[in-house]
């Protein structure tokens, strides 16, 4: 709940803005990554995914930029929307039998109207 | 379908009392994840499961066992409970072929 979002860095747009939430990922050997949304009370919901072999890769209204030089992952969301607004996590895989995610301490998003 | 679901979703113990957090998944997923969440901690995976009557440490499984002795369930215990254990607990579960991880909504513990 409302409780996550505390000491968490902070985005504040405005309705109709672009966003770019960032990462910075841990392990260079890591080949998947993947970003969830996490809304107050609930439970983190999959927005988007990208393996190391790509620098690029865009779903429905959102990208995700994957910079393996520096380690640095970012979610860009267009037109940002009132329900936009949550904690928006990345995660990479750090065992190479894929077993397990390594969760990143999130970003909460504030849209305004 | 109803995904992922967890039992209870709100308890409070007192110090030293036990209990057991219930996942269950209906998509006939392999593999199953117990995490907690902490203010400011983002999400901790406690102990893992990659598939029915298997168990494996995570990143913080110190105060919790687990059972998965059939595939849709996958049980967290806290056999003596303590204050730092309060957080909220979730569940996740995936295919084998598919990487991104279903969650469930969540069960917040309190212990006093």
């Known amino acids: 709940g409302e409780s996550v979002g505390l000491h968490l860095p902070t985005l504040s747009v405005q309705e109709g803005d672009n966003s770019i939430i960032n990462c910075a990922y841990s392990?260079?050997?890591?080949?998947?990554f993947i970003w969830y949304k996490q809304e107050s009370g609930k439970g983190p919901q999959f927005i988007i995914d990208?393996?190391?072999?790509?620098d690029k890769r865009q779903g429905q209204r959102v990208t995700v930029l994957l910079n393996k030089t520096v380690k640095h992952l970012s979610l860009q969301i267009a037109a940002t929307q009132p329900g936009d607004s949550a904690v928006y996590f990345c995660?990479?895989?750090?065992?190479?039998?894929?077993?397990?995610?390594?969760f990143g301490k999130g970003t909460m998003l504030l849209v305004s109207p | 379908n109803a995904g992922v679901t967890q039992t209870p979703k709100f308890r409070v113990l007192k110090t030293g009392q036990s209990m057991t957090l219930l996942c269950a998944q209906d998509?006939?997923?392999?593999?199953m994840y117990w995490y907690r969440q902490d203010p400011g901690m983002g999400l901790r995976l406690i102990h893992y499961?990659?598939?029915?009557?298997?168990?494996a440490k995570g990143e913080v499984p110190d105060g919790y066992n687990v059972s998965r002795l059939k595939k849709q369930n996958f049980l967290l215990g806290l056999e003596s409970a303590a204050p730092s254990q309060t957080s909220v607990y979730f569940c996740?579960?995936?295919?084998?072929?598919?990487?991104?991880?279903?969650f469930g909504p969540g069960t917040r513990l309190t212990v006093t």
């Open positions: 995660a990479e895989n750090t065992d190479s039998g894929y077993s397990t995610l390594t």
């Open positions: 499961s990659v598939g029915e009557g298997t168990t």
């Open positions: 998509m006939n997923h392999e593999y």
């Open positions: 996740a579960s995936r295919t084998g072929g598919n990487h991104e991880q279903y």
């Open positions: 990208i393996r190391s072999n790509m």
């Open positions: 392990n260079s050997a890591s080949d998947y």
